[in-house]
């Protein structure tokens, strides 16, 4: 892996800064050995915020078509969100051990790297951190802009261009909160998380009023309609699974999270158990008040549901989503600049996104890059359709670090294992994605003939980029000289070298 790692160059002189910075640091009692790195700021409380915040975003609360059309049932629909948590919390057992056994950030990432080397993490880093991550970040922006302005035009539609610009105050409200303290950040992870679980309380105690009224109208032949064709049925858990979508996020920073081995796995147990009963729930709740046809009628249920049962304060749904979504966009933000930063670290990206700035002790490169690259595709129209050409990239990704367990298990069987979960699960979760990545060949053939293509243009930037290491000077030095100068203006260094 030290091959790969990027040389020495010129792009180092300003760590001279250094020595003053820590001091001040370690004045400020930021300390925890002193030196430039990212500190391990992140609590279990703060880690658990992080996956509940990253996972739940606006789909739980605008429309659980997906897995209603797929099932045609109510009662098939809520096993689909059941057993949807249960693969998840699968998954992410067998990330504990990974998590703690392979202590980086950078999560399916640095996974794929340790096993099966630098090619493969790459493609996947190129897909995610180019397309997938600021393409979500974007739409989620939308979304939290169009359910903030919503109570102002309450029978029209949003006007597009203030909510395009509200959503690109969001994204920049946000990037400069991660880049300034990464305390700041995890403040708004955790406020915001409290603030749609609370939402969601709030839907599920009136769905328990309305189940104690008598209203269960849509409960008498729970199973009544369900499709029995296997295709459909697959196609209603992969939108469960979408919706639990963010399980593994607090992997891409488990560098700054404190006590790892003890924290990583309770705050991934709590967060999914925390998020499938809410799931399951909430869609009960839904299905006393809005029915089934509604709800494939692809309007908004959570806002529905609130116009009919909470009267004039009906307004409250549309700001609780917006404040769920603002706290998704912080959540992709943190996780995926971590992401960059890594990738720098590792000679994948310019060096200068591996960087931290000295006196905030932030990725703020990164963050930045992050930031512009989301707006980047605000101005697109396409986004949508970019996403779902490459969404099956993750399950891709995904379940190529789970082989990486069994195949650290067989090449390094006395690699130390803190959390070491029995190989059935490992094995149960492949053979199921699997399934989820053959899946949308089938059904959308195109689409992912086009992802497949758009992943595929990552090969030249590696070979170029990466493999090539006989670049001509002048492009050597033209680079370090714009690293350089990005470093003075930035005011960031290479982290320090950590003591293993």
């Not at 429309?63 to 096993?79: A, D, F, I, Y």
């Not at 490459?390 to 990704?397: D, E, R």
Request: include cysteine; proline fraction near 5%.
């Amino acid at each position: 892996m030290e091959d790969s790692m990027p040389k020495e160059s010129s792009t180092n002189k300003l760590e001279f800064e250094q020595e003053p910075m820590m001091k001040k640091d370690e004045a400020e009692g930021g300390g925890g050995g002193g030196g430039i790195v990212l500190k391990q700021k992140l609590s279990l409380l703060n880690g658990i915020t992080v996956i509940v915040g990253s996972i739940i975003g606006s789909g739980i609360f605008v429309s659980p078509k997906g897995v209603l059309q797929g099932t045609g049932s109510v009662g098939l629909s809520l096993m689909v969100w059941l057993l949807s948590g249960v693969y998840s919390m699968i998954g992410a057992y067998c990330y504990a051990e990974l998590g703690t056994s392979i202590v980086r950030s950078g999560a399916d990432y640095a996974y794929i790297f340790e096993a099966f080397g630098p090619f493969l993490a790459f493609l996947r880093l190129w897909v995610e951190c180019m397309i997938v991550r600021p393409c979500s970040q974007a739409i989620v922006a939308l979304t939290f802009a169009y359910y903030v302005i919503e109570p102002l035009f309450p029978d029209c539609d949003q006007p597009e261009v203030p909510v395009r610009l509200l959503a690109v105050v969001c994204i920049m409200l946000l990037t400069f909160v991660n880049c300034a303290d990464v305390t700041w950040a995890t403040r708004v992870q955790d406020i915001f998380t409290y603030a749609k679980l609370v939402a969601l309380a709030l839907i599920i105690v009136t769905g328990f009023v309305q189940l104690g009224r008598g209203e269960v109208e849509h409960f008498h032949n729970p199973f009544e309609n369900s499709k029995t064709d296997i295709g459909e049925i697959s196609l209603a858990f992969y939108s469960g699974l979408f919706a639990y979508n963010g399980w593994n996020y607090l992997n891409f920073v488990i560098e700054e999270l404190k006590d790892p081995y003890k924290n990583l796995p309770k705050a991934i147990w709590i967060s999914i158990v925390l998020v499938t009963g809410v799931y399951v729930f909430v869609n009960i709740a839904y299905f006393t008040t809005v029915s089934p046809q509604e709800v494939l009628g692809g309007a908004a249920v959570a806002v529905m549901f609130s116009k009919r049962l909470y009267g004039v304060m009906w307004w409250c749904m549309p700001v609780f989503v917006s404040l769920s979504t603002f706290g998704g966009v912080n959540g992709i933000l943190f996780t995926t600049s971590r992401l960059f930063y890594v990738g720098g670290r590792e000679g994948h990206m310019p060096q200068i996104l591996s960087m931290v700035q000295i006196q905030r002790l932030t990725p703020m490169p990164a963050c930045l890059f992050m930031g512009a690259l989301s707006l980047l595709y605000l101005a697109s129209s396409d986004i949508y359709a970019l996403i779902n050409y490459v969404g099956f990239a993750t399950w891709l990704s995904i379940g190529m670090a789970i082989v990486v367990l069994m195949y650290l298990r067989w090449k390094r069987p006395d690699m130390p294992r803190p959390i070491k979960v029995h190989l059935i699960w490992p094995i149960i979760y492949t053979v199921v994605t699997v399934y989820l990545v053959i899946l949308p060949l089938y059904a959308s053939p195109t689409e992912t003939g086009i992802g497949l293509a758009i992943i595929c243009t990552g090969i030249p930037v590696y070979v170029i980029f990466i493999a090539w290491k006989s670049k001509p000077k002048a492009f050597t030095r033209y680079m370090d000289a714009m690293t350089l100068a990005l470093q003075k203006v930035l005011m960031v260094v290479p982290e320090d070298k950590k003591v293993k």
